[in-house]
């Protein structure tokens, strides 16, 4: 009876752990996702006033409307 409860114990703690492994890799995940996405959409034009999106990781880029080169915005 003892080995059985033991055993029930050393289950549910094996449960949570896969449980929080799962959590915190979803939740690195869609940080990280996250992260991409706000990089991606920080272009605003000072002449025309247009928005638009570049790739991560781009400092500058022109402005598909007048070509204007635009610096990343930053929040
Ligand atoms: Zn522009």
């Keep these: 009876m003892l080995e ?7 289950y549910c703690v094996l449960v949570a752990a896969v449980f929080l492994a799962l959590w915190l890799w ?6 990280r996702r ?3 996405e706000r990089r991606k959409t920080t272009f605003h034009c000072i002449r025309c006033g247009a928005l638009y999106s ?4 781009s400092e500058m880029s022109p402005c598909p409307k007048c070509g204007h080169a635009n610096a990343r915005l930053k929040f």
Excluded: Q
Excluded at 54 to 57: I, K, M, Q, R, T
């Design 26 to 31: 979803y939740d690195r995940r869609d940080h």
């Design 54 to 57: 570049a790739p991560p990781g």
């Design 34 to 36: 996250f992260e991409l």
């Design 4 to 10: 059985l409860s033991s055993a029930v114990v050393v």
